[in-house]
């Protein structure tokens, strides 16, 4: 009896331990330096492993470390970018994100010329991303836009394109754009005929005001892969922990 009563013992531990792992919703991605702290992925998923959520977290000894450069650290300066990966669980369109710290803004200047940060959710690869050359180099593929369909109604290009990260299309109702000081907005990326990120660009000081924030992301009328994609984007500041995250998935099918 005694025996019995010890492996049924064993059996619940066993069986609990399991239990346990099935309930795991929530899968980090590796962790990496970033200034003078640290920042990952995370993905969560509902009972069915349909996405919920995908982020970036960085903890506060990066927050309260970031560069803040000299003369010629600005205008998308690669020495505070760095890669982030996703968990293998990650089911969606997305690859991995470019994280990029600003500390001098960018281009145009008297626009984004404000301390911020680009969260840039790659659709390709890393390597695919480096060997994205200057427009002045070879602007053919910047040059080689997606159909109109793939991007929201309201998005334009407004010319040019960057080394490393491709062709930046604007939504002309973001208020920066009709004078209004620049706090966050959300761009889509391009290169070479595919719709290449998804980007929430956001100043640091609207991040550190606004823990709880929530937008709708423009969706367009049509997506090049089938698969699911976000349709809020949130900030969300949990335990000393800055969080930028993707929400609201969708499936959609590609045409």
């Known amino acids: 009896m005694k025996r019995f009563f010890i492996l049924t013992l064993l059996a619940g531990t066993i069986l609990t331990s399991c239990k346990k792992e099935d309930k795991q919703k929530v899968f980090n991605g590796p962790v990496v330096?970033?200034?003078?702290?640290?920042?990952?992925?995370w993905y969560e998923v509902d009972e069915t492993d349909k996405p919920l959520r995908l982020a970036v977290a960085i903890d506060e000894a990066a927050m309260s470390s970031l560069d803040r450069g000299g003369d010629n650290n600005g205008g998308h300066d690669h020495s505070n970018n760095v890669t982030l990966q996703f968990h293998p669980k990650v089911k969606s369109v997305f690859n991995h994100v470019g994280l990029g710290w600003n500390p001098h803004g960018h281009e145009p200047e008297f626009i984004y010329g404000l301390p911020h940060f680009d969260f840039h959710f790659y659709t390709i690869s890393p390597a695919e991303v480096d060997a994205i050359p200057p427009y002045e180099v070879d602007s053919s593929k910047h040059k080689n836009w997606p159909a109109p369909a793939y991007f929201p109604a309201t998005y334009f290009n407004p010319g040019g394109g960057v080394p490393k990260m491709g062709v930046h299309w604007l939504d002309f109702t973001s208020p920066e754009l009709s004078g209004a000081p620049f706090t966050q907005t959300f761009i889509y990326g391009s290169y070479d005929g595919k719709v290449?990120?998804?980007?929430?660009?956001?100043?640091?000081?609207?991040?550190?005001?606004?823990?709880?924030?929530?937008?709708?992301?423009?969706?367009?009328?049509?997506?090049?892969?089938?698969?699911?994609?976000?349709?809020?984007?949130?900030?969300?500041?949990?335990?000393?922990?800055?969080?930028?995250?993707?929400?609201?998935?969708?499936?959609?099918?590609?045409?």
Request: without cysteine; positive net charge.
């Open 33 to 41: 330096p970033f200034q003078h702290g640290k920042a990952w992925t």
């Open 196 to 255: 290449t990120f998804y980007e929430p660009m956001i100043t640091e000081a609207f991040i550190l005001a606004n823990s709880g924030f929530v937008r709708d992301i423009p969706q367009p009328a049509k997506v090049q892969a089938t698969g699911y994609y976000p349709t809020k984007m949130r900030i969300e500041k949990i335990g000393g922990i800055t969080n930028i995250i993707l929400e609201g998935f969708v499936l959609r099918q590609a045409s």
